[in-house]
């Protein structure tokens, strides 16, 4: 199959990481007699170095012109003082709105041999964490309208936080599918005792929950999800909620696997051209130092092969390398323990390469 990939590197550790997924991406070609054509584009603190902008319009059009982007990572304190329009974070929140991206798949694993890695108890830990965050990602407050105006003599500042009922029901669809592919388990995370949205979000999730009768649907408020997540993340299979709550709660459930370096992520919307992207940020304070993990990259691959690509032998190759490669106890310094061998960024991608 040939397939048109449009590649952001972006900023801090980006171009590092993305080298090794590349990397990978060549051998699975190489493999299974596929074709990946990347488009290299700029987006991000780069592009506003280059062109004055987060998200030139060309830039933009590669993203809905290709068969999926991967994306590194945005962003860095370089670009702290510009105007909003323009961050680096603008660029990402444009290209998942352009592209009708509404669905954000997270999957939280703990990997076994990182079972150390991981904040919580072992006691805890060893009920194993395997969970896929939902989340909206083109609604909610992010997309709502914002302003800051002067009110009675100060200043008042406001975002709006909207739900439709079409955005909450395709979300809703996305996770009892998801669900039904894993363990037919779904809590859908709201704050309905106080806010209007989420009632409304509640509602919308009850009555698509009634066309998955295979499929077991609670509510949780999402403040009791954050405490839940520590005490007992092994009850979690499939989480779906708004825009911010999952951006909270996404980070939550990666650190409690330990690695936020080895976790990945797919942007989806109606058809099958999606972005992956590794969840963690763009990491300046290691950039260009041959320090970062590109597990997080190497698996968002793969997921771009399963979900867009329909290539699921080939995803399952790549993951399967990766837990060799774990097996054999190679770490990049955010999984080192002691006892296991430490290797750089561009020698974790040629392990995980050669595995394949
Ligand atoms: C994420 C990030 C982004 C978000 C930022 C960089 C805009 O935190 O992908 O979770 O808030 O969605
Ligand atoms: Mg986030």
């Known amino acids: 199959m040939n397939k048109t990939i449009t590649v952001i590197r972006g900023d801090g550790i980006g171009p590092e990481i993305v080298a090794e997924a590349l990397k990978v991406l060549d051998k699975i070609a190489g493999k299974y007699g596929h074709s990946f054509t990347y488009q290299e584009i700029l987006a991000g603190g780069c592009a506003i170095d280059a062109f004055g902008k987060s998200l030139p319009e060309e830039s933009l059009q590669k993203c809905l012109d290709c068969d999926s982007v991967l994306l590194g990572a945005v962003g860095g304190p370089k670009w702290d003082g510009v105007a909003k329009e323009?961050?680096?974070?603008?660029?990402?929140?444009?290209?998942?709105s352009a592209m009708g991206l509404y669905a954000n798949l997270r999957p939280a694993r703990l990997f076994p041999q990182l079972a150390e890695a991981s904040p919580l108890k072992p006691e805890i830990v060893s009920k194993g964490i395997d969970l896929m965050m939902v989340r909206?990602?083109?609604?909610?407050?992010?997309?709502?309208?914002?302003k800051t105006a002067e009110e009675n003599g100060e200043l008042r500042a406001h975002d709006d936080m909207?739900?439709?009922?079409?955005?909450?029901?395709?979300?809703?669809h996305t996770a009892f599918q998801t669900a039904r592919k894993r363990g037919s388990r779904v809590v859908s995370v709201d704050k309905a005792n106080v806010l209007d949205s989420s009632?409304?979000?509640?509602?919308v999730v009850h009555q698509v929950a009634e066309e998955y009768p295979d499929v077991a649907c609670s509510d949780m408020l999402v403040d009791n999800t954050a405490m839940q997540l520590v005490k007992n993340p092994a009850q979690f299979d499939v989480i779906v909620t708004e825009n911010l709550f999952g951006d909270i709660l996404s980070d939550e459930a990666s650190m409690v696997t330990g690695s936020i370096g080895m976790m990945a992520s797919a942007?989806?919307?109606?058809?099958?051209?999606?972005?992956?992207e590794p969840i963690h940020g763009s990491?300046?304070?290691i950039a260009g130092q041959n320090l970062a993990n590109p597990i997080g990259t190497i698996l968002s691959a793969a997921m771009m092969l399963r979900y867009s690509f329909d290539m699921a032998a080939e995803a399952d190759d790549i993951e399967q390398?990766?837990?060799?490669?774990l097996d054999e106890g190679y770490r990049t310094g955010d999984i080192f323990s002691e006892g296991t061998k430490k290797v750089g960024c561009s020698e974790m991608g040629d392990l995980v390469a050669a595995h394949i």
């Open 86 to 96: 323009i961050r680096p974070e603008a660029a990402l929140l444009g290209i998942r």
């Open 199 to 203: 009632r409304l979000w509640r509602k």
């Open 283 to 285: 990491a300046p304070d």
């Open 162 to 172: 909207t739900y439709g009922e079409h955005e909450i029901r395709r979300i809703a």
């Open 267 to 276: 942007s989806l919307g109606e058809g099958s051209r999606g972005m992956y």
């Open 321 to 325: 390398a990766v837990n060799a490669v």
């Open 136 to 146: 909206e990602l083109i609604g909610g407050a992010y997309f709502g309208e914002h």
